[in-house]
Nanobody, 119 residues
């Protein structure tokens, strides 16, 4: 079973940056899409960014131009570069993978990494 381990979160001021990493303990086929999700307190988990075969990417409108998703297939790792962070980005961030990232990706959810944007 592939485990997903997220890291890189923390407390940052508005306008700051963070780079999240998600390492899979096993091999994830390059044919699978990988995505970053987030869950804010009292809200449902949402897919924030996705990267698919060939490197095409998708983002929700609220993070377009600020977040960048990338992956290193050799390292079984996906990254999320987050710039110009806003308080509304505060959430626990998770990664996952699959042919379809919604509604149910293939992997088991990891612990996530907390991102808090506050002055």
């Amino acid at each position: 079973q592939v485990l997903l381990v997220e890291s890189g979160g923390g407390l940052v001021q508005p306008g700051g940056s963070l780079r999240l990493s998600c390492e899979a303990t096993g091999t994830i086929s390059r044919f699978y899409a990988m995505g970053w999700y987030r869950q804010a307190p009292g809200k449902q988990r949402e897919l924030v960014a996705a990267i698919r075969i060939g490197g095409s990417t998708n983002y929700i409108d609220s993070v377009k131009g600020r977040f960048t998703i990338s992956r290193d297939n050799a390292k079984n790792t996906v990254y999320l570069q987050m710039n110009n962070l806003k308080p509304e980005d505060t959430a626990v961030y998770y990664c996952n993978y699959g042919i379809k990232l919604e509604p149910s990706p293939l992997g088991s959810w990891g612990q996530g990494t907390q991102v808090t944007v506050s002055s």
